[in-house]
């Protein structure tokens, strides 16, 4: 068999920790060929695919990014480089062209729709989680977000001692999509004072008074803010003029800084486990599937069932619950 694979969507780290796992497996244990497609689905629209050898991912376990590059815009089915057209047809035919038998699609929910539609057009496609969002369905954990939890952790403890230090009101914002997930770990684990999330909604007068009542108790604020719920560049002035000019208040998004870099010891243990187990189930032809880590062990979950929606932070979650004892949430109503 001859295996492609693509790293779908943003990138994140733990990526080529996951393509060491599944190279070294498929090609050294299996005997299989695997070639990278380079930068998502635009390597399948613009036939760029090339051998991965085992040479080439071995020593890349604590590098960040993606060493096949990523790209976030490349949907075969409305393709920007033909004005938006279906070029899925495309795709086929790279694959064809290249004698690929099926495709290991690595990425999040959008990466994981297209992956989905691929897979019933007749090239057989197994996909891999990874998103810092975390917000694949049916999946507890993506690869990534463990990372972005310990960026989001690290920034928040930073920030801890500054606004100590000023008597200031800091608010974070840190990334997530629509979903709280990686807002809501990142600040429990950073200990942030308050943190609003997209799920819960909350009340500018209300986040204006919990930092006052904050100011007056320990002197300064500490907010993490899932993008989902608000910009902190917008919220900023209006925040301000309720705290008056006795109060500095200041915000930083934190950006790409999320997902760049070195992963952690649980994303270099995910990605391997990811890659290795992948590996295992395209040699058990197990496609349209997505291999989905679910805390105990992997699981494999039909694509179809985890595209389409968002997994989002339930309200009642035991997260939630646990910030709500620590009074570090806000909800509207
Ligand atoms: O989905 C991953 C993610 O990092 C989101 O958290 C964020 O909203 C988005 O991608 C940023 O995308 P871009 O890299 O295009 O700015």
Redesign the pocket.
């Known amino acids: 068999m001859h295996i492609g694979v693509l790293t779908g969507?943003?990138d994140c780290s733990g990526l080529n920790a996951l393509l060491r796992g599944l190279v070294l497996n498929l090609v050294e244990r299996h005997g299989l060929r695997v070639s990278g497609v380079r930068q998502g689905f635009l390597g399948l629209l613009e036939d760029r695919v090339e051998p991965l050898s085992p040479e080439r991912v071995r020593g890349q376990l604590l590098e960040g990014g993606s060493l096949l590059g990523c790209h976030?815009k490349a949907n075969p089915f409305a393709y920007f480089g033909a004005g938006g057209a279906d070029c899925s047809e495309r795709v086929l035919a790279c694959a064809q062209r290249h004698g690929l038998d099926a495709l290991v699609v690595v990425g999040?929910d959008g990466t994981m729709s297209i992956a989905e539609r691929i897979h019933r057009l007749g090239v057989p496609v197994l996909g891999l989680p990874k998103?810092?969002?975390n917000d694949l369905m049916h999946n507890e954990r993506s690869l990534g977000f463990d990372s972005a939890v310990e960026v989001v952790s690290q920034a928040l403890r930073r920030l801890k001692t500054t606004a100590a230090s000023h008597g200031r009101v800091l608010l974070l914002e840190a990334?997530?999509?629509t979903a709280g997930w990686l807002a809501l770990e990142g600040g429990l684990a950073g200990g942030a004072d308050l943190i609003v999330l997209p799920e819960l909604g909350f009340e500018e007068a209300e986040l204006l008074q919990r930092c006052q009542a904050l100011l007056a108790r320990q002197g300064h604020a500490v907010v993490c803010v899932a993008?989902g719920a608000a910009s902190v560049e917008a919220l900023r002035p209006r925040l301000q003029a309720g705290l008056g000019e006795g109060v500095e208040l200041r915000s930083l998004v934190l950006g790409?800084l999320?997902?760049g870099g070195e992963p952690t010891p649980f994303d270099r243990v995910l990605g391997s486990r990811l890659g290795v187990m992948g590996a295992e189930a395209v040699v058990a032809r197990r496609f349209g599937q997505l291999l989905s880590w679910q805390g105990q062990g992997c699981e494999f979950r039909p694509l179809a069932d985890v595209v389409g929606q968002p997994r989002l932070v339930p309200p009642g979650h035991e997260l939630v619950r646990t910030a709500q004892g620590l009074g570090a949430v806000l909800a509207r109503g």
């Open positions: 969507g943003g976030n999040g998103t810092i969002d990334m997530g999509r993008e790409h999320q997902r």
